[in-house]
T-cell receptor, first 114, second 112 residues
Framework: ETGVTQTPRHLVMGMTNKKSLKCEQH?????MYWYKQSAKKPLELMFV???????ENNSVPSRFSPECPNSSHLFLHLHTLQPEDSALYLC?????????????FGQGTRLTVV | DAKTTQPTSMDCAEGRAANLPCNHS???????VYWYRQIHSQGPQYIIH???NNETNEMASLIITEDRKSSTLILPHATLRDTAVYYCIVRSPNTNAGKSTFGDGTTLTVKP
């Protein structure tokens, strides 16, 4: 248990569906992140939020829409996905205070687009 | 952040020490070396980090060479549960902790 909880753990959705992934952290961290990990590929950073504000979007298609309503919650809204979007989606958080620190990851959501 | 190079895979016998090397020859003076691991289909887990001195915690030891161009993660008594992909990451303290660049890592297989 890392203190970062992702739901659901598994999701199967059709290409015309709309779904959302949820991430919650109870660590008091001020930064949150979404990563994508496709099969046999390294983790890819998608979005970065600092103090609820999006500070980085790594050329992610608009069919992925993040939302950070407060510093403890992060969502990834999905719509009109493609089969190649099937992957493990990981959320992470960290405390950015100028001191060296580490990131804490959730267990991920395994997404399958059919 | 500096690039790292790790072997693709390693095997280790259960109960023996696992020594995982990492090359980071372009590391800058203020960059830290971090190690994470990812057990199959789970999120990465932080293990240890260091700047120039050797570090030890309850999970592992980190040995950094004097010129800081390489390091070794040591799992002193590997168990089957240590089978995972191990990532060596170099990061500036000015970069968000969650903005780490995860390469391909080293797949460690601990065998009975």
């Amino acid at each position: 248990e890392t203190g970062v909880t992702q739901t659901p753990r598994h999701l199967v959705m059709g290409m015309t569906n709309k779904k959302s992934l949820k991430c919650e952290q109870h660590l008091g961290h001020n930064a949150m992140y979404w990563y994508k990990q496709s099969a046999k590929k390294p983790l890819e950073l998608m979005f970065v939020y600092n103090f609820k504000e999006q500070t980085e979007n790594n050329s992610v298609p608009s069919r992925f829409s993040p939302e950070c309503p407060n510093s403890s919650h992060l969502f990834l809204h999905l719509h009109t996905l493609q089969p190649e979007d099937s992957a493990l989606y990981l959320c992470a958080s960290s405390q950015e205070s100028g001191q060296r620190t580490e990131a804490f990851f959730g267990q991920g959501t395994r997404l399958t687009v059919v | 952040d500096a690039k790292t190079t790790q072997p693709t895979s390693m095997d280790c016998a259960e109960g023996r020490a696992a020594n995982l090397p990492c090359n980071h020859s372009t590391i800058s003076g203020n960059e830290y070396v971090y190690w994470y691991r990812q057990i199959h289909s789970q999120g990465p887990q932080y293990i240890i980090h260091g700047l120039k001195n050797n570090e030890t915690n309850e999970m592992a030891s980190l040995i950094i060479t004097e010129d800081r161009k390489s390091s070794t993660l040591i799992l002193p008594h590997a168990t089957l549960r240590d089978t995972a992909v191990y990532y060596c990451i170099v990061r500036s303290p000015n970069t968000n902790a969650g903005k780490s660049t995860f390469g391909d890592g080293t797949t460690l297989t601990v065998k009975p």
